[in-house]
């Protein structure tokens, strides 16, 4: 499965969705619990060491934002995020 997005070491948006009340997301030591809702970010990068990498962020606008762990990410998953980006252009 061929991909079209372009990826680097650095953390790239694939796509944008509506917050999901199941995802996972950690929120970090000290950050508030007013990022819960608003949209969720899927980005994804390569990582030299780790492959194909993947991370949902859960944010409602700058300083509140809550970054999930990042995730071994399948061509498959990045396919789908990039057909989803593909309506929203």
């Known amino acids: 499965m061929t ?8 953390w790239q948006t694939i796509c944008t ?12 030591e000290g950050s508030p619990s007013k990022a819960r ?5 899927c980005q994804a ?7 194909l990498r993947g991370r949902k962020i859960n944010t409602t606008g700058w300083p509140n934002r809550e ?8 061509a498959e998953t990045l396919a789908r995020w990039e057909k989803i980006a593909g309506g929203q252009k």
């Open 45 to 51: 990068r390569i990582s030299g060491k780790n492959g």
């Open 17 to 28: 969705v509506g917050y999901d009340a199941t995802l996972s997301v950690e929120r970090t």
């Open 67 to 74: 970054i999930g762990y990042a995730f071994a990410l399948d």
């Open 3 to 10: 991909t079209t997005t372009k990826l680097t070491s650095r």
């Open 37 to 41: 809702g608003g949209v969720c970010l």
